[in-house]
């Protein structure tokens, strides 16, 4: 039989009740529900489904219509990947950039491709901003926050209106010095050690977009380091992760995260050191 393919997909939106589907224009605007779909019916164990479904937020009893996955599961699914797609490829909207007020920082990754191709570009900053900073960075603060696209830029879109708020309030309430932040383009982690050194900071902190999955494209992490040098390797780097809305909600991430530099500062380290001396301490 002979399939009408305009009309499967019309049947298909009016039951998503997606759009009206009288209209035409490519100024039509198709919402689709965030919400899986959960497609097994008479499990032989539906309550393993429904505890499994409770505590990942990975595709569990979706269900399959033959061989293959349900249309709004499939559609779903081509969703999250062309979102974790372009929360790489995309920039940082610019007026998220001026409304912070934020000086930018490029790295000597001129172009995303080179920054995906080239680890060391995105760890280095780029000539004009080194003398950028050595001209006009804050110097011998106690906190140098950075703000970095990392490889993603819905996460700095979706985070730090939220999170940065609360990071610097908490760290002024506690009578830590704090530098004006700084955003970071195409950067990588480790440009933070630069930086630490340029402005004789004690602490810095990045705020970074991680890898998109196809659960979220929003997960940010924040790294930390006290006073780097050539000797500092990744186990000297505290690393708090997975803020986000399904996370560690932001505002929440930046009291938190304010707590733990100020102790952080109090014992002169981070990474496995801190960790070892926290213990200890308590």
């Not at 100024?27 to 393993?48: C, H, L, R, V, W």
């Not at 900073?133 to 993603?152: H, M, T």
């Amino acid at each position: 039989m002979k399939m009408n393919v305009e009309a499967i997909v019309e049947q298909v939106l009016k039951e998503l009740k997606q759009v009206d589907t009288t209209k035409t224009t490519p100024e039509d605007t198709i919402y689709f529900p965030e919400e899986k779909e959960m497609g097994i019916t008479n499990a032989f164990n539906q309550a393993s489904i429904d505890r499994a479904q409770q505590v990942t937020p990975a595709r569990i009893g979706i269900g399959r219509a033959g061989t293959r996955m349900r249309t709004t599961s499939y559609l779903q699914f081509r969703i999250a990947h062309a979102a974790a797609q372009d929360a790489v490829l995309k920039d940082v909207d610019e007026e998220f950039i001026k409304q912070h007020q934020l000086p930018i920082l490029t790295t000597k990754a001129e172009d995303m491709k080179t920054y995906l191709m080239d680890l060391e570009a995105g760890r280095n900053l780029s000539e004009s901003s080194i003398e950028w900073l050595r001209q006009n960075g804050e110097k011998k603060k106690n906190v140098q926050i950075l703000i970095c696209d990392g490889l993603s830029s819905s996460a700095i879109a979706a985070n730090m209106a939220d999170l940065l708020p609360a990071l610097t309030q908490g760290l002024e309430l506690k009578n830590i010095s704090v530098a004006k932040p700084l955003f970071v383009k195409r950067s990588r982690v480790w440009v933070q050690d630069q930086i630490a050194k340029e402005l004789d900071c004690d602490l810095i902190i990045s705020l970074i977009g991680e890898r998109p999955g196809l659960n979220t494209d929003e997960s940010l992490s924040a790294y930390i380091i006290y006073r780097p040098n050539e000797q500092t390797v990744e186990a000297d780097r505290s690393v708090i992760s997975n803020i986000h809305k399904g996370g560690l909600v932001p505002v929440e991430a930046g009291a938190h995260l304010s707590g733990i530099i100020e102790e952080m500062l109090q014992l002169k380290c981070t990474g496995v050191q801190f960790t070892q001396r926290h213990k200890t301490k308590k």
